[in-house]
C-alpha cells in the first residue's frame, strides 16, 4: 500500500467513503435488485395461491402428507412437520419454504461476488482505492447493498404471505428467515472472495457450500422425519426449523446471526492480511502454452462454459430422479386428491405417463437457463475487452461465433439428454415400469427444438441489440410462468402458445404432430443467421 494510501486511511479511516460506495453499489444493481424482490414475492404470493387451489380440502392436505412418508420427497423438500393432521400452513412450512431459501441464497451468492471479487478481478477496486476511500469501504458497501435486497427480499415474502391470508407472526418469521439465510450465503462468499482471486471460483466454491447445505440437510430430514442432529449443520436447516405455520420458535434463526457475525469476522481478518488483487490462496501456476483445443474459440468457450453445464446438470438430475421417483401409488393419491389433475393437466387414463410427462417438462427450465445464459455470456467477454483482443489476433467474427454457439448447443443437448433420463430412471424405479425409461428418452428429444429456438433467440438479441439482450430472460421467465400456473390462472391460448414449451406434446400419452419441431426449427435458424449478421455488421463494444 502507498504512503498516500496509509495517510487517507490513517486520517479518515477503513470506511471512509462508505455511504458513496453504498449508493454507487445500489445504483448499479438499480435494476437487479428490484427484479430479484419483484420475482420473489411475488413467485411467494402466486405459489401460495396455486397452492391453495390445488388442494381445497382437508382430504386433499392428508393425502399430500401422505407424500412425504416417500424419503425422496423430504430430501427434496424439508422437514415434514404435523404429519398427523396437515394443515396447509404446514405444507408451505414443510415443502416451500426450502426453494425460496435457495433461490434468495443464489441471489446473495451472485451479488455478492459480482461486488466484491468481480470488481476486484476487473481492476476497477483499484482505480477505487486511488481515491480517498477506505480499504474496506467497498467490501462494506457491497454487503450493505445485498443486506438491503435481502431486507426488501424478507419484507416482500412476508407481504406476499400475509396477502395470502396466511397467519402474520409466522408469515413475519418466514421472511426474517429468508432474509437471514440470504446474509448467511452473502457472508460465506465474502469470505470465499478473500480466498480466491477469481470471480468465477468465488461462485463456484459458494454455490457449493449451498449445494452441501441442502444435501446435509436432506440427508439429517430423512434420518429423522422432523430433522434429526445432522440437520442442524445445515443452514438451510436452521430457518425451516423455526416451524413457521406449525409451531412458532424464533430461536433457530440466532445460529444464522451468529455464522454471518463469525464469517464476516474470519473475511476482515483475511482482508487485513492480503494484497489488493490477489488471493489469500495461491493461484496454481498454469501451462507455459495453451492447447491446441483451448486456442481455438469452441475450445475457449468450452472452457468457460464446462463447469457450470456440469453442475446445473448434475443437479437437475439428482432432482429429476427424485421427483420421478414419486409416481408410486400415483393412482391413489391422485383419487383422493381431483383438483391435483387440472393443475398438472392429468386428464386421460395413463396417469403415471401424463405425470412423468409433466416432471420432465419442469425439469427442461434448466436446459433453457443453462443455454439463454450461456449466450448472454458473449455479453460479458465483450464488455470485458476479450472479444476484442481475439478478433485483433486474427479471429473472424462469425468463426467466434461460431464456436461458441456450437459449444452451446452441444452442452444443451447432453444436458436435456441427462436430466430427462434422470426423470425416466426415477419414474421406472417408482412406477416399477422400466418400459418409461425408453419411452421418457423420445419425449426429451422431443423438447430440443424448442430449447434451442429459445437459446437461439438470445443469440439474436446479442447479434442485433447487445445492450438489450438480457430481454431474452423475459421468455425463460414466460415459460416458467406458463408451466407452472399457465392452468390455474387460466390463460388464453394466444398466451400460452408463447411458450415453445407449449407446443411440445407429452409423448406418449400424445400423439406427435410434425409442424411444430419444423416451425420451431425453422425459428432457430432464423434467429442464428439473424445473429451471426448483427454480429457482423455492429460495432464491437456498441
Known amino acids: ?231 442442524w449443520f445445515s443452514p438451510l436447516a436452521w430457518a425451516q426449523q423455526t416451524r413457521v405455520f406449525v409451531d412458532l420458535r424464533w430461536w433457530p434463526l440466532l445460529a444464522a446471526v451468529a455464522l454471518v457475525l463469525v464469517a464476516l469476522g474470519i473475511a476482515y481478518l483475511l482482508a487485513r492480511r492480503r494484497d489488493l488483487g490477489a488471493g489469500f490462496v495461491a493461484s496454481r501456476s498454469g501451462r507455459l502454452t495453451a492447447s491446441a483445443w483451448l486456442m481455438a474459440p469452441w475450445g475457449l468457450a468450452d472452457r468457460l462454459l464446462r463447469t457450470n453445464a456440469i453442475v446445473t446438470t448434475l443437479g437437475t438430475m439428482f432432482f429429476g430422479v427424485a421427483m420421478g421417483s414419486l409416481a408410486t401409488n400415483l393412482d391413489d393419491f391422485l383419487a383422493e386428491n381431483p383438483a391435483l389433475k387440472d393443475w398438472i393437466s392429468i386428464e386421460g387414463s395413463d396417469l403415471t405417463g401424463e405425470f412423468a410427462g409433466v416432471i420432465l417438462s419442469y425439469v427442461m427450465l434448466a436446459p433453457i437457463i443453462l443455454a439463454v445464459a450461456a449466450v448472454l455470456r458473449l455479453r460479458a467477454e465483450e464488455d470485458a475487452g476479450r472479444l476484442e483482443e481475439l478478433l485483433v489476433a486474427g479471429r473472424s467474427r462469425s468463426g467466434f461465433l461460431a464456436g461458441w454457439l456450437g459449444v452451446v448447443a452441444v452442452h444443451t443437448v447432453v444436458a436435456t439428454m441427462l436430466v430427462g433420463v434422470s426423470v425416466a430412471v426415477g419414474v421406472g424405479i417408482g412406477s416399477g415400469e422400466p418400459e418409461r425409461v425408453g419411452e421418457l428418452a423420445i419425449a426429451t428429444m422431443l423438447y430440443l427444438p424448442a430449447i434451442l429456438a429459445i437459446a437461439s433467440l438470445a443469440a439474436a438479441l446479442y447479434g442485433l441489440l447487445p445492450r438489450a439482450s438480457i430481454l431474452a430472460w423475459l421468455l425463460v421467465i414466460w415459460v416458467a410462468v406458463v408451466l407452472f400456473l399457465g392452468q390455474l390462472l387460466r390463460l388464453p391460448d394466444w398466451a400460452m402458445d408463447i411458450s415453445p414449451l407449449t407446443h411440445v406434446p407429452n409423448y406418449p400419452v400424445e400423439s406427435v404432430a410434425p409442424l411444430p419441431p419444423v416451425i420451431l426449427t425453422a425459428l432457430m435458424l432464423l434467429f442464428v443467421l439473424l445473429g451471426f449478421g448483427g454480429l457482423r455488421r455492429r460495432d464491437i463494444g456498441a
Open 1 to 231: 500500500m502507498s504512503h498516500a494510501a496509509k495517510t487517507t486511511e490513517v486520517a479518515g479511516g477503513p470506511f471512509t467513503g462508505l455511504g458513496a460506495l453504498l449508493r454507487f453499489r445500489l445504483r448499479l444493481d438499480r435494476i437487479r435488485i428490484p427484479v430479484w424482490v419483484f420475482a420473489i414475492a411475488l413467485g411467494v404470493w402466486a405459489s401460495v395461491l396455486s397452492l391453495d387451489e390445488a388442494y381445497p380440502t382437508a382430504e386433499s392436505l392428508q393425502a399430500r402428507a401422505a407424500l412425504l412418508g416417500n424419503p425422496a420427497t423430504v430430501l427434496m423438500t424439508g422437514p415434514a412437520f404435523s404429519l398427523e393432521h396437515y394443515t396447509f400452513g404446514a405444507m408451505v412450512a414443510n415443502e416451500h419454504y426450502l426453494y425460496v431459501l435457495i433461490t434468495v441464497a443464489i441471489m446473495s451468492i451472485l451479488l455478492t461476488a459480482r461486488h466484491t471479487r468481480g470488481e476486484e478481478e476487473a481492476g476497477r477496486l483499484e482505480l477505487l482505492q486511488a481515491l480517498p476511500v477506505g480499504r474496506f469501504a467497498s467490501a462494506a458497501a457491497a454487503l450493505l447493498a445485498v443486506a438491503l435486497a435481502n431486507l426488501l427480499i424478507g419484507v416482500g415474502t412476508a407481504a406476499g404471505l400475509i396477502a395470502a391470508e396466511m397467519a402474520v407472526l409466522d408469515s413475519v418469521a418466514f421472511g426474517l428467515g429468508t432474509a437471514l439465510i440470504g446474509m448467511v450465503f452473502a457472508s460465506i462468499t465474502l469470505l470465499v472472495a478473500q480466498l480466491s482471486e477469481h470471480a468465477r471460483t468465488v461462485v463456484g466454491v459458494s454455490s457449493g457450500a449451498l449445494a452441501a447445505a441442502f444435501l446435509v440437510r436432506g440427508a439429517g430430514d430423512v434420518l429423522e422425519s422432523q430433522g434429526s442432529w445432522l440437520s
